[in-house]
């Protein structure tokens, strides 16, 4: 935000206290983050896989896409009560793709929509309203305008210099000093203790290494000719390729925990070149997954889950925080 903007917006003394006084992105933004940390909201197992309707081809790439979703239909409901599942199934709706026949519009998913105002009815953001549909509560209000102030007030910081430093001072009033000074004291001073406070790409990059200098995961005789899908042509390339097969897999149970082999099959499908024909969504190795979870097993660091799938133990999550910590040291000694 610049001075200028920054001066017009406050000189009438014009104070940010709802969410309707933030971008819609940047609030967006802000209140998906808070749902993470908070770890109140449930992702479910099929999460990773699921598509959000039927006009799209693959599942979302950005692993948080679900609390970005809650974050918009959360302030959808803020803004205009009374939504409910088929309101947010055309909201999220988009065009089909039909090759060369026209496109059609076809509505988003309604089991998403569903979940999230469950979630969001246990979190007491949101609760049934008379006249059908979803409005928020006063808890709910009161939590997501905090956030929108929160994030107003981020957003000058890291704009900041000493002039912009001094504005915040309209902040300071509108906010509590408890609030603010415990805000900005966990993301000054955050430490990185968890698999979750590092980059995907930069973990899976140490874990993997950890994994090949251990010696402890066995590599098997078909590691340098099998193709990982059918869909492929050639083996990987890189001679470490199951080493960052693992290590990724074993970062998705940590965060997620209940995937399974078949879960791991969608996750690293792709897409079948046809020639002249339309490209064909084709699943990932089978054999590779199985693998990989068994030698995961073997090692102590993942577990069978009693409602299905492979779960991370207590070694396991003590082995990913570790080398997590150390990439995270090594990453700051680069710079």
């Not at 990773?48 to 599942?59: Q, R």
């Not at 089909?96 to 105002?117: D, E, F, H, W």
């Amino acid at each position: 935000m610049s001075i200028e903007v920054f001066d017009n917006y406050f000189k009438e003394g014009r104070k940010i206290v709802t969410v309707k006084d933030v971008e819609p992105e940047q609030f967006i933004k802000a209140f998906s983050q808070h749902l993470k940390r908070q770890g109140r909201f449930e992702l479910p197992k099929w999460a990773d896989v699921v598509k959000t309707s039927k006009a799209k081809e693959l599942p979302p790439s950005d692993p948080d896409w679900l609390y970005v979703r809650t974050a918009s239909m959360v302030r959808k409901i803020y803004i205009r009560k009374g939504m409910g599942v088929g309101a947010f199934k055309k909201v999220y709706g988009g065009q089909k793709r039909r090759g060369t026949c026209t496109n059609v519009y076809t509505k988003a998913s309604g089991k998403i929509a569903r979940y999230i105002l469950q979630q969001l009815e246990e979190m007491g953001l949101v609760e049934q309203d008379d006249q059908g549909g979803r409005m928020i509560t006063k808890e709910g209000q009161r939590e997501l305008d905090t956030v929108a102030v929160q994030a107003a007030a981020e957003e000058v910081l890291l704009n900041g210099s000493a002039e912009r430093t001094v504005r915040m001072q309209w902040l300071r009033f509108i906010m509590s000093i408890e609030v603010f000074d415990n805000y900005f004291k966990d993301h000054e001073g955050r430490k990185i203790v968890t698999v979750k406070d590092v980059e995907p790409e930069q973990f899976i990059k140490a874990f993997s290494q950890h994994l090949k200098r251990q010696g402890r995961f066995e590599l098997p005789k078909w590691a340098d000719v099998v193709k990982t899908s059918k869909a492929k042509e050639l083996p990987p390339s890189d001679p470490d390729w199951l080493y960052v097969r693992t290590a990724s897999m074993v970062r998705k149970i940590y965060i997620r925990k209940g995937m399974g082999v078949g879960a791991f099959k969608k996750v690293y499908g792709g897409q079948k070149r046809r020639g002249t024909c339309t490209n064909v969504y084709t699943k990932a190795s089978g054999k590779i997954a199985r693998y990989i979870l068994q030698q995961l097993e073997e090692m102590g660091l993942v577990e069978q889950d009693d409602q299905g799938g492979r779960m991370i133990t207590k070694e396991g999550q003590r082995e990913l925080d570790t080398v997590a910590v150390q990439a995270a040291a090594e990453e700051e000694e680069e710079d």
